[in-house]
């Protein structure tokens, strides 16, 4: 449960991603969110209900500058 003031979006939330962070892996590339939500560095998410959202970096074209 949330007790940030206001509340953190739910992991359900389209906004999920803007719950605080409570404990992150580094170097290893996650961070776990108030709202159960765990986050990779490559924008993928797996949601508390075991749903995995695939990473949604934008795709450069070859020799394109990112």
Same mark, same amino acid.
């Given at each position: ?7 953190c ?22 961070? =776990?969110l108030? /709202?159960?939500?765990? $986050? ?5 998410? =797996?949601?508390? /209900?075991?749903?995995? $959202? ?12 990112a």
């Amino acid at each position: 449960m949330c007790r940030h003031n206001p509340p953190c979006p739910t992991a359900e939330a389209p906004d999920r991603e803007a719950a605080q962070v409570i404990a992150h892996g580094g170097v290893q590339g996650w961070a =776990l969110l108030c /709202n159960q939500v765990l $986050i990779f560095d490559d924008t993928g998410e =797996l949601l508390p /209900n075991g749903k995995i $959202i695939a990473p949604r970096r934008p795709i450069c074209a070859p020799g394109a500058r990112a």
